[in-house]
């Protein structure tokens, strides 16, 4: 864990953002979990950080840190990604509060495209940064549209999509960003993280706010919430498997990056999860190509 | 031995102080003036205040210096640091009637009082590149005009058929409050207001292709220039403790009114319809496109058919910003290694199922419905 940052931004607000701005966000927060799984509008502003690259999970994090936090920021599951790296540094610049790469010493923990593996707690908040936040979308393009379909329930869209998957293809063919329905009534897209972590999201002891700046849009799974990925009786949602465990700390239940180490056709398989990978290696754990 | 890819801030750091470098280009050059910019590619930064939503050419000019002149990445540096202003209040609305003209032409009409001025214009240039142009030199002075009789007098076009009845009057709308679409989410269906500040702030080459796209028959609106003008406006702003208003300053505007082909119900006889453009500095070529896309999206409110996508109001303000689309469009590179995986592992499962279904005999892929 890094202390907090002696000399923050000066100029700006603690967070970045001015406190008017936090309070309508934080309203917005709250809305979202007294709903759960329902996508709030709210007044996403233009951030010092490009449309796409989590400016929906930044402002989340502005309107919900305080100073005695102590933040996580990963990307595809790693703390050192470059994406990750910019918005640890933002906050480390604009709010001087701790940042930390441990999932167990975070308070907040802001995500781009997994959950860590490492089981939450209720005394932590995972941020979600959140590119398309409307599960239908793909499926009929218009806001007004899909706005009514929710309001009705009417979520017959999603299934018919599902059984063409498996019509054409004789599995449903949805990897990542897989619908669930939250609290037995709205559906809502995970995120695009991959449907291998969507059982984490179920009965999870941590609060789970979504993020979505471009399209302004904020939801939540509030703790201990039911959270049920679609599927039918006869084809049960299955999650990914791999056929090797990770090949430098010999985890076999986690999600694995696949790297490519040579042009004849080289691969191995790491932990996405750079953290959790680390702290089993310093538990002892070695897969077959720890050094 | 595989190592894990570390290092993301050093190599930050690193691109950062390159990217400096590069912008600067070559030291034996002299380096650009902010000023400079601003005085002599006055019309890059017009553009930069308009999309960015923010008059301020001194910052606008620094922003394209900054950006090493990509017009959305200054935008973007514009529109960040006004998220960061205080705001005090709205400003009177502007009187365009009053504008200070420095450019006004109308098609509809050879001449109306105040008279056609030309001003400051391509229009009637060859496109010949002027090779002295490569040297320095001052331009010939232009010959001021003898201020005609009515010089001061320049009532809008739309004023003068709104007059006689011709063209339908300003909406109803106009003078409730108007909704402000950096503070509040867009609502569908939107009004014509936050629509007008989707198209001001929306990208050139967007609105402009839409607008052309009506012309060519994707929801035509059959439209005539009203008038163009171009010129300075004073910004007037009430505070609440003095209760009238104090002029904050002047800006330049462009505002362009197309006159639409006409509507009638069993109430109102037929008459021309409006459709209109605003931006700061000049910029023509934007407002006249936005006069063309704001008729377009009133097709319902006029009882138009909507089919063409300028008709469309989710699909024009949902696509029309250049820092939304370009951020959406960009982030595609950023690292999607965990959801990849996910799409190979089910490539390669359905392709192992296709394998072994050939080594069966069986058809490749079974019909859902047999």
Known sequence: MSAASALPETGYNFAYLDEGTKRMIRRAILKAVAVPGYQVPFAAREMPMPYGWGTGGVQVTAAILGASDVLKVIDQGADDTTNAVSIRRFFGRTAGVATTTRTCEASVIQTRHRIPETPLTEDQILVYQVPIPEPLRFLEPRETETRQLHALGEYGLMHVKLYEDIARHGHIATTYAYPVEVAGRYVMDPSPTPKFDNPKMDDCPALQLFGAGREKRIYAVPPYTRVRSLDFEDHPFRVQSFDRPCALCGAADVYLDEVVLDDAGGRMFVCSDTDHCEARRAAGHAGEQAA | ?370
């Open chain 2, 1 to 370: 031995m595989y190592v894990a890819v570390k290092g993301g801030e050093a190599a930050i750091d690193n691109a950062h102080r390159l990217l400096a470098e590069r912008r600067r280009g070559d030291p034996a050059v002299p380096e650009l003036t902010v000023a400079q910019i601003r005085e002599q590619m006055s019309l890059l930064v017009d553009r930069v205040m308009a999309e960015g939503s923010l008059y301020d050419p001194d910052l606008a000019a620094l922003a394209l210096k900054q950006a090493r002149g990509d017009v959305v990445e200054a935008v973007f540096l514009v529109r960040a640091y006004r998220t960061t202003l205080p705001r005090f209040g709205a400003s009177v609305p502007v009187e365009t009637g009053a504008m200070a003209v420095d450019r006004r032409v109308s098609a509809t009409f050879k001449d109306m009082p105040g008279g056609q001025v030309l001003g400051p214009t391509f229009d009637y240039t060859h496109r010949l590149i002027d090779f002295a142009l490569a040297a320095a030199g001052e331009p010939e002075p232009a010959a001021e005009a003898e201020p005609g009789p009515d010089a001061a007098l320049c009532p809008r076009v739309t004023d003068i058929l709104g007059q006689a009845g011709l063209l339908e009057a300003s909406p109803p709308e106009a003078g409730a409050p108007v909704g402000d679409l950096t503070r509040e989410a867009v609502d569908f269906p939107a009004d014509r207001a936050v629509r007008l500040q989707a198209l001001a702030r929306g990208d050139e080459g967007f609105v402009l292709a839409l607008g052309y796209s009506t012309q060519r028959g994707y929801g035509r609106t059959h439209p005539f220039v009203g008038e163009i003008r171009c010129g300075t406006v004073a910004v007037e702003f009430v505070p609440e403790e003095l209760g009238f208003s104090v002029p904050l300053g002047d800006v330049p505007l462009t505002e362009c009114q197309m006159v639409n082909q006409f509507h009638g119900s069993g109430d109102v006889p037929p008459q021309f319809t409006r459709g209109y453009g605003l931006v700061f500095g000049q910029g023509e070529r934007k407002a006249m496109a936005m006069a063309l896309v704001d008729r377009s999206l009133r097709a319902s409110e006029l009882g138009e058919a909507v089919g063409a996508p300028a008709q469309d109001q989710e699909f024009v303000l949902a696509h029309c910003d250049s820092l939304q689309a370009t951020g959406f469009v960009e982030h595609l590179k950023l690292p999607h290694y965990v959801d990849f995986q996910a799409e190979l592992e089910l490539v390669r499962r359905l392709r192992a199922e296709h394998a072994a279904a050939r080594a069966q005999g069986d058809a490749p892929i079974r019909e859902a419905a047999e």
